[in-house]
């Protein structure tokens, strides 16, 4: 999964968040990682969390991205890490995939936007707001069943910020990667998502099959709010997978 030169692998996570959250959003599971000895990093996309880019400036997706694109070429080739994305996150993490496929050992997509390099987004990804409005609503704080705790939906409600949705729509531009298909693809459900129905879940499983898939029974839309220490272990099982 990496290394550092030594004797000792080291077993990398890059944790990119989802439209309008920031690298704040995953500080219960990135404890939960560091705590068991593993190594996490989380990023700020361009004009998200401590970033200082005004959104409606960003209007490019490679823009939007240059932070995680950065961390990345930073990092020497004989080290790998493990690409973990939320919600719209998974694009990122795809277009990661086509510029570092040599340095990316697996993709985790958490309820995230999952689009196979040279097709379009809709009506298969979370990206199609709008176009499928049987399975698609927005409810803010998740609405009264939520299953995240009321301190993080509060933390939530005064650190998210403006998205760049021009910037966002970009995805689509990503052509054909050859290398991107051969990195193992992890999926990850929500089965409690207000956000993300389950059933367009389902439809970007069946466009492109991931080499794994997991469910979270109980999470809403934000699993590393509402159900952190499952998704860590589901994160191990996947890294550790004999199918792998």
Known sequence: MGGDGGDEPIIHFVLVHGACHGAWCWYRLTTLLLSAGFKATTVDLTSAGINLTDANTVFEFDHYNRPLFSLLSDIPHHHKIILVGHSIGGASVTAAL?????????AVYLVADMVQPGTTSPPHSIMSVGEEEDI??????????????????????????????RALRGIDKLPPN??????????????KDNLCDPILQDRMVEKWPPSQL?????????????VPTTLFTCLIRAVFSPEL
């Open 98 to 106: 086509c510029k570092f496929s040599d340095k990316i050992s697996m």
């Open 136 to 165: 698609w609503e927005f409810t803010y704080g998740e609405g009264d069943d939520s299953q995240s705790p009321l301190e993080d939906v509060i933390l939530a409600s005064k650190l998210l910020r403006p998205s760049p949705v």
């Open 178 to 191: 050859p290398e991107a298909e051969k990195v193992p693809r992890v999926y990850i459900k929500t089965a």
């Open 214 to 226: 997991y469910t979270l029974e109980e999470s809403d839309h934000s699993a590393f709010f509402s």
